[in-house]
């Protein structure tokens, strides 16, 4: 069932993806796997709530490789996302602590630091990343994200 869920992820059948992942979390509920679907579910459907805890279950429960990358990055940007930017700032400073070089992990840091009132660190960050990573697969994965908060570094994601 996990793999159809998968599917459907990127097929971006969220609603249905979601309650399939969620009859996988009933039955596997420390799966690392299995959380962290169901967080991305629930955050592309803009339940950023609920992505949260399955976020942190997920990291907590040992997610590996590029999944732990992604992990830290949506479960910054969901904190970010609900104005919760001090649990946001250690989300993605303990990210930034496992993997120094993702440039999507520091936009991130970088808009939280903005939020946050660290305008001249932000903008230090920010302009240091994009000089370094410009054409980096990470700020391709995640580049509507980062075009939507380029428009309005304060908006909510929806």
Not at 86 to 101: H, I, M, N, R, T
Not at 123 to 143: F, M, P, Q
Request: charge should be negative.
């Amino acid at each position: 069932m996990l793999n159809e869920a998968i599917t459907k992820l990127e097929n971006r059948e969220y609603e249905e993806a979601k309650v399939m992942l969620e009859k996988c979390v009933q039955q596997t509920p420390e799966d690392p796997q299995v959380n962290f679907y169901l967080a991305s579910a629930n955050d592309s459907m803009g339940l950023e709530t609920n992505a949260i805890p399955h976020y942190r279950r997920a990291i907590e429960n040992g997610i590996q490789g590029e999944k732990l990358e992604a992990a830290f990055i949506q479960l910054g940007s969901s904190y970010r996302c609900l104005g919760e930017y001090q649990y946001a700032k250690d989300v993605l400073s303990a990210g930034l602590e496992q993997f120094p070089e993702n440039p999507a992990l520091k936009l991130f840091y970088a808009m939280t630091l903005y939020n946050l009132g660290e305008h001249k660190e932000s903008v230090t960050l920010l302009l240091n990343t994009l000089i370094t990573s410009a054409d980096n697969e990470w700020l391709k994965r995640y580049e509507k994200a980062l075009k939507f908060y380029s428009e309005d570094i304060d908006g909510v994601w929806n």
